[in-house]
């Protein structure tokens, strides 16, 4: 009997424990400073906000049109901004349009990945080249991202390679910058004991400094990457021709105004799992440096 009470003791040792039991965790560390909550305590708030979110939205906007908090011309309730999305994926061709501004972010994009990792690396390595290029870091990292609106139309007129080279000026000098960074990064240990080994220069910063440097460089390009989708839309509605931000504008004059916050819904949606994809990439790519969950 004694053993068979043991056994029963260990047994439920491993029980998981009960929902009550996690919320009452959840609830008893809510205000416990830099704690990290489970993954059922970040889905129950994730959860939590989109439920008052929508509450909040169904509340303001239900009755008739006359008697509503907020106009319908102004915002159009659930049923209402999700019921147009039929129109907008068809009549609208939004996925389409979407597919144009992608391909318009990643060839941008790949352009300053191309002209900006190379300097960038330079840069990081070699302190003089990072002064020589010090004025146009600083002045591509803070030019507001909208004044290069008129300068890309004076320069490439109002075509595709206008939204090109728009992507890729707005992102170029924070792709050397942060590539230079990540460079610099890299412990100076790492360069005494290459060196203490007989490695040339050219050997450390070929065998050495850019490897250990490219898991900064790749998250630091995924980020820039999330960036540039919100940009290209900027450069589309000038030329309302094609393109996320032609629907956005379309939506806006012509109507209906609910495909407006259906596109912002959307394009916040995909951002969101091209950066998953990114992201799992880098774990792959670098277990070494963020491991994989």
């Known amino acids: 009997m004694a053993e068979e009470k043991k056994q029963d003791e260990i047994e439920s040792s ?17 205000f416990k400073i830099r704690d990290e909550p489970t993954v059922f305590g ?13 509450l909040a939205w169904y509340l303001a906007t239900r009755g008739e049109p006359e008697q509503r908090a907020i106009a319908p011309q102004v915002l159009g309730s ?7 999305f039929k129109s907008l994926w ?34 990081g390595a070699f302190k003089r080249i990072d002064a020589f290029f010090a004025p146009i870091s600083i002045f ?16 490439f007129g109002t075509g595709e390679t206008q939204k ?39 050997q450390v910063l070929n065998k050495v400094i850019i490897p250990l440097s490219l ?31 032609m629907l ?12 407006v916050y259906l596109i912002l819904l959307f394009i916040t949606l995909v951002a969101y799992l091209l950066d998953r994809v990114l992201y799992a990439a880098q774990q792959i790519l670098f277990p070494y440096r963020y491991g994989r969950s």
Request: glycine share 8%; net charge positive; proline share 5%.
């Open 164 to 202: 090109i080279f728009f992507i890729f000026i707005a992102c170029v000098a924070f792709v050397m910058f942060d590539t230079a960074r990540s460079i610099a990064d890299v412990d100076k240990a790492y360069l005494d004991t290459a060196y203490t080994l007989g490695a040339s220069k050219w």
């Open 90 to 123: 068809f009549d609208r061709a939004l996925m389409r349009n979407l597919l144009i501004s992608l391909g318009r972010v990643m060839e941008g994009f790949a352009l300053a990945g191309l002209v900006g990792i190379p300097l960038g690396i330079l840069s």
């Open 14 to 30: 491993f029980v998981e424990p009960s929902r009550p039991n996690i919320l009452a965790g959840f609830f008893r560390n809510f």
């Open 215 to 245: 898991p900064g460089i790749f998250n630091s390009m995924r980020l820039l990457f999330g960036l540039a989708f919100g940009y290209i839309i900027l450069a589309e509605m000038i030329d309302m021709n094609s393109g996320i931000g």
């Open 248 to 259: 956005i504008l379309v939506s806006q004059r012509r109507g209906p105004r609910e495909h």
């Open 78 to 84: 659930p049923e209402e901004v999700f019921g147009s």
């Open 42 to 54: 970040k889905s129950f708030m994730v959860a939590l906000f989109l439920a008052l979110l929508l």
């Open 140 to 155: 591509g990292r803070n030019i507001p991202i909208v004044t290069l609106v008129p300068l890309t139309l004076l320069w």
